[in-house]
T-cell receptor, first 110, second 111 residues
Framework: GEDVEQSLFLSVREGDSSVINCTYT??????LYWYKQEPGAGLQLLTY???NMDMKQDQRLTVLLNKKDKHLSLRIADTQTGDSAIYFC??????????WGAGSKLIIKP | DTGVSQDPRHKITKRGQNVTFRCDPI?????LYWYRQTLGQGPEFLTY????????KSRLLSDRFSAERPKGSFSTLEIQRTEQGDSAMYLC?????????FGPGTRLTVL
């Protein structure tokens, strides 16, 4: 079946760039998403990319898609303490449902 | 636009009881999804509506689970004869097309 994998933890210093990586198995995925989840809060859609694109930039966020390797990454420039959260990669499967990774916890060091 | 709302936010119940959760989507979003999330995991798809039609149910959804969206607006998810393994966060999302917007979730604890 379809699978999405992410590294579980990432630790960066405040002001540095964070890069969160994701791999997926379903080559027919048309949309790929990044969501942010803060403690006690719901899932916030950060950005998404269509499969015919290889890059999308939105303010401090840059999404890179390598469709050949089925690899998606999210880069957060100038990481701030407010960026501490769990980041989920999700890909759209059949019937528009989302298939999710287990989440990557971003820890910010002062 | 007030976003997706879910009620209740927390529910504690005893094993064997029935529970019902409600989701109010963003108005005019025709698609509505239910997911379940356990600690340390990403959400798992449960079921999906387009307007009032339930178009897909996950194999995860046992016959104790039922969902409705009677008028194509709000939706309810009912769990009958709850089991301890049903303890999780139940998430609702609505979608106009290619993006899904999530509510805050209902946290269910089955004792």
């Amino acid at each position: 079946g379809e699978d999405v994998e992410q590294s579980l933890f990432l630790s960066v210093r405040e002001g540095d760039s964070s890069v969160i990586n994701c791999t997926y198995t379903d080559s027919s995925s048309t949309y790929l998403y990044w969501y942010k989840q803060e403690p006690g809060a719901g899932l916030q859609l950060l950005t998404y990319i269509f499969s015919n694109m290889d890059m999308k930039q939105d303010q401090r966020l840059t999404v890179l898609l390598n469709k050949k390797d089925k690899h998606l990454s999210l880069r957060i420039a100038d990481t701030q303490t407010g960026d501490s959260a769990i980041y989920f990669c999700a890909v759209r499967g059949s019937n528009y449902q989302l298939i999710w990774g287990a989440g990557s916890k971003l820890i910010i060091k002062p | 636009d007030t976003g997706v709302s879910q009620d209740p936010r927390h529910k504690i119940t005893k094993r064997g009881q029935n529970v019902t959760f409600r989701c109010d989507p963003i108005s005019e979003h025709n698609r509505l999804y239910w997911y379940r999330q356990t600690l340390g995991q990403g959400p798992e798809f449960l079921t999906y509506f387009q307007n009032e039609a339930q178009l897909e149910k996950s194999r995860l959804l046992s016959d104790r689970f039922s969902a409705e969206r009677p008028k194509g607006s709000f939706s309810t998810l009912e769990i009958q004869r709850t089991e301890q393994g049903d303890s999780a966060m139940y998430l609702c999302a609505s979608s106009p097309a290619d993006t899904q917007y999530f509510g805050p979730g209902t946290r269910l604890t089955v004792l």
